[in-house]
């Protein structure tokens, strides 16, 4: 009885250290260099607003972020491709013009905003409006 007595003691303290050293431990570092999204965006968000840039533009992760050819994987924060950060100024771009056109404070009309889909319709450079031009 006294060694399962011991042994249920060992044990309960290496679980209690175990669990310990879980509680202090801190989680994933975060996203890195993310300059224009926020640095507390959740996975999901995330997730959804580069989903939303591949449809607007009908490109996939490779079209903005460097692929390193010996691991197989994206590195998302490195910023070697200008496409990166031509789209870091599209954003910040679109934030202005819907802030400054379309920051409407009455919650019965819907407001309307600008997103990349509104010019790029699909495609990598933005579309020129044959309407316009046919006017």
């Given amino acids: 009885m006294k060694n399962f007595r011991k042994s249920f003691i060992v044990i309960a303290s290496i679980l209690f250290?175990?669990?310990?050293?879980?509680?202090?431990?801190?989680?994933?570092?975060?996203?890195?260099n993310l300059k224009v999204l926020p640095k507390d965006i959740s996975d999901e968000a995330l997730d959804s607003i580069m989903d939303k840039f591949?449809?607007?533009?009908?490109?996939?992760?490779?079209?903005?972020h460097q692929r390193n050819d010996s691991t197989k994987h994206f590195d998302f924060a490195s910023d070697a491709k200008p496409e990166k950060e031509i789209a870091r100024k599209m954003m910040l771009m679109t934030m202005d013009i819907n802030?400054?056109?379309?920051?409407?404070?009455?919650?019965?009309v819907a407001p309307e905003r600008i997103t990349c889909i509104t010019c790029?319709?699909?495609?990598?450079?933005?579309?020129?409006?044959t309407m316009a031009n046919n006017k």
Wanted: net charge positive; aromatic share 12%.
């Fill in 17 to 32: 250290i175990i669990a310990a050293f879980a509680a202090i431990t801190p989680g994933p570092p975060g996203f890195k």
């Fill in 54 to 64: 591949k449809a607007a533009l009908g490109v996939k992760c490779g079209y903005c």
């Fill in 99 to 108: 802030k400054k056109y379309f920051n409407f404070n009455d919650e019965k």
């Fill in 120 to 129: 790029h319709r699909g495609n990598p450079m933005p579309m020129i409006d």
